[in-house]
């Protein structure tokens, strides 16, 4: 081979080489700014999403157990009205049951019933079960951190920053949660699952953090003794809508509402985490009443002549709760100061509650004493 023609093969060679080395430098710059962009892009969502959880305040969901409709939604639409982004609503009620603009007269009621309802009876764990319902669903939303059951006859007395800020001034649930040793309601079949030191009583109407609302939901121990072990007992002869069972041995009337979440949580070993209260008020010592509805098993109906400033006023003074059975008297709080104890109240009928709004008594701030 000529010298001129190995020069040219070698200048060939040297030009193949410069375009590998010039395509790999190229390959590693693109590559270089794939990664870069990634990179920035990854950073951008990240602040978008700090920022956005920093702007976005957390929510209360409110979980209405209902018959059918709310009678009282205009007086919760009043409490609402300009907090949307601070609240989220879910209603249980009969299955089929929907709320469109020909049964509720409230924007933010409008298509909030939870699909998968059941027939609820009163004494049944059927009760318990449509809470966990409310749950789940209330529990999809990642921004609901705190968890209100309230009931169609529930009123709120306070407006609602006042009624937020309390709620979630605290990182504790409010349960309501005494030793139940009077009732005779506990099962003795539920043990050892359910072992008798761990039986608690208390009202229904929780407020729950979102780590005690997954408790809840996630339960596979507790619910199902409930339900094996919970019947409701036949009511006399001139109450019955229904035959006495053929052993009636078998009945064992627990009320489930009124013992589930605050036993649950005893036998989970939360009760340190939970302020042993709640924050709806009833009515309930009225064995001296001569109206014979009020004295029974379920609290005073509060009817349109009962709907006073006085009522409100008596109920908002309310600054502790004395559990008989503990020999305890709880003190209300709200930030480390002296506060009333309930934000919420019932049962009222529609007429009260809404004599009640027209008088400017719901929903304002006035009696509280942690404000004055």
Known sequence: MSAMKRKQVQQKSQIRWKRKVLAALLVSLCLASLVLVETQYSRIVSLASLRHRLTVKPKIAFLFIARNRLPLDMVWDAFFKGEESRFSIYVHSRPGFLLNKGTTRSANFLNRQVNESI????????????ERILLRHALTDPYNERFVFVSDSCIPIYNF?????????TPTSFVDSFADTKEG???????PVIPVYNWRKGSQWVVLTRKHAEVVVNDTT???MFQQHCKRKSLPEFWRDRPFPADPSKEHNCIPDEHYVQTLLAQ????GEITRRSLSYSAWDLSASKDRERRGWHPVTYKFSDATPELIK??????NIHYETENRREWCSSKGKPAPCFLFARKFTRPAALHLLNLSLLGARRGAKSET
């Open 119 to 130: 027939q609820v009876d009163w004494g049944e764990a059927t009760m318990i079960e449509a």
């Open 161 to 169: 920053s006042y009624t937020y800020d309390y709620i979630m001034s």
């Open 185 to 191: 309601r506990y099962n003795p079949k539920m043990d």
């Open 222 to 224: 507790v619910f199902p």
């Open 268 to 271: 989970e070993g939360f009760e």
């Open 314 to 319: 008596s109920i908002k003074d309310i600054d």
